[in-house]
């Protein structure tokens, strides 16, 4: 068995590549030719074993899941994904492992066009790199950087669910291991299987002035957002769509939701397609910095500087 | 500490961003401007410790070889580089080692144009997957698989002298411990602070055939892009350049020299500026498979198969 087996297992039912990709896997390096008039859009995340996933997730979840939480970077810049590279680093491999692997990469790229189109396989403790391209129109990316006051805040879908589901895993590791791609139940979906919200984000080009994807926790991620705009905003606690058996105030630090937070001026209007995916407002851009957490009576809700939001180191 | 404030750290003393980057590191995503009618060329590479350096490498010296065995790859390919994303994971991380890290990612990157745009910081057994992102003119990327029957085989500078330099640090790792960019003695440069033929490689378009860097070993390199190529090749082992102190045999196969290796027409000339650096032919391409090391007389050289190239897993 040699590195090309496992390659050629990892590639195993690749539809033929499409004509933007003028080299794939193979060479030094890939050759992608992209649409006229366009940027590129390119973000790198690194999965680590222990900290990012369970040791016990067969690598199926794993690639869905490190290709989701990069392509989650994609859709908040409002780009639309092209190719991807996989710099896997595990202690041993076999075909079947990457056969697997290769089909939980598929899976997480859905219908959304991205293609894997290069990477690295190297000997070390398990952890999987996805580095990720996509392009917007000219000039067009959705950024962190453009909320103004007066802005309405929204984020897409619901939080805390993938707290739920992590919380049932926790009681449960020795049941993923024997878990596939087809076998995850709705209520683990959420955090093994998150859906990037890859056409939102495209949809919310010239729409949203500013977005973020909600990873580290929703007020964490607010707190980026006005950061970069060099704003404040007002989350209102009990407008916050936190899936049921969660409280709110552990949903707006849980993290891992992968939904979109975005704000859209006033006098904008968010005209999405229905769709299954609801849009809710949760507050408001304003003046000054940081992102204050509001109950229903307008008092600031306390949360101690340690549930606000992952540390990533 | 933070990340921000590690962010920061790894950050001083960049110079602003080049007009190409409409955004660069601290939102979801970068975002570049390629020129027109360019195609972008990618690739990722992963150091290991412990695996591909040494654990008591400086972060310099890390930063500095993982960015530029990279850079190589786009070399391979005829790219100019363009921006690089680096997912840094690491059990702990202070600014001082941040900041010697991004001096190594500057140091390497030299004056090729090749700029930090973003990446990610995870905690974890060290690793640095780094994923560079060039541009070469439409149609005009350097591939394996362009070799043609009598294309005479050539190899830019040395081979064998990052062995060389291997051999004198196996003998003494504490050593390597106190040492800086400013501190690698010329003898140890091959392996610490490799090279990257970037300017070679742009050069070397419309005028190579098929082009890959040596990073695997010669013999195994030259074997790789005979695959692509659906072709052979005779290798000389008496024109090999190899470096004063290593045996020909032994430099074949050594790997990490980070040279090109690239084949040219008979009908072409490989009209290149003198420079410091030798262009030395080693070789014809053939009919057949494979790669064949020919002594003076003409009889193949058989090497053991554990021999013939860096098994990457």
């Known amino acids: 068995m040699n590195e090309f087996d496992l390659i050629d297992a990892l590639l195993a039912d690749e539809a033929p590549l499409p004509s933007w990709v003028s080299t794939g896997p193979g060479d030094d390096a890939a050759v992608l030719a992209p649409p006229p008039d366009s940027e590129w859009v390119l973000s790198t995340d690194t999965l ?3 900290r990012h996933f369970f040791p016990a997730t067969p690598p199926d979840l794993l690639a869905y899941r490190a290709l989701a ?3 989650s970077d994609l859709a908040a810049m409002g780009a639309t994904p ?3 590279l996989v710099a896997l680093v595990t202690p041993s491999l076999n075909p079947a492992w990457c056969r697997r692997f290769g089909a939980g990469l598929r899976a997480a790229a859905g219908d959304c066009g991205a293609r894997l189109v290069g990477g690295n396989l190297a000997r070390g ?3 999987v790199t996805v580095t990720v391209t996509g392009t917007v129109p000219r000039g067009r990316a959705l950024l962190r950087s ?3 006051e007066g802005d309405g805040i929204y984020v897409s879908g619901s939080i805390g669910a993938a707290l739920a589901a992590r919380r049932l895993l926790e009681g449960d590791t020795a049941a ?3 878990m596939s791609l087809d076998t995850v139940t709705d209520d683990l979906r959420p955090y093994l299987l998150p859906a990037a919200r890859v056409e939102l984000g495209e949809r919310l080009r010239g729409i949203a002035s500013a977005c973020i994807d909600v ?3 929703l007020l964490a991620d607010v707190g980026h957002l006005c950061a ?3 704003v404040g905003a007002e989350i209102w606690l009990e407008s916050l769509p936190a899936v049921v058996g969660v409280d709110r105030r552990e949903a707006v630090v849980a993290g891992d939701d992968y939904e979109l937070l975005f704000t859209v001026p006033e006098d904008r209007s968010l005209a999405l397609p229905a769709g299954d995916l609801t849009m809710t407002r949760i507050g408001r851009v304003v003046q000054g910095a940081g992102a204050r957490l509001l109950a229903a009576d307008g008092e600031e809700v306390a949360l101690a500087q340690a549930q606000r939001g992952w540390s990533h180191f």
């Open 125 to 127: 403790p398990l952890a």
């Open 82 to 84: 092209f190719g991807f």
């Open 146 to 148: 453009g909320a103004g």
């Open 228 to 230: 970069r705009s060099n």
């Open 48 to 50: 680590v074993e222990g």
């Open 69 to 71: 939480v990069n392509l």
């Open 176 to 178: 993923l291991a024997t």
């Open 215 to 217: 990873s580290d926790g």
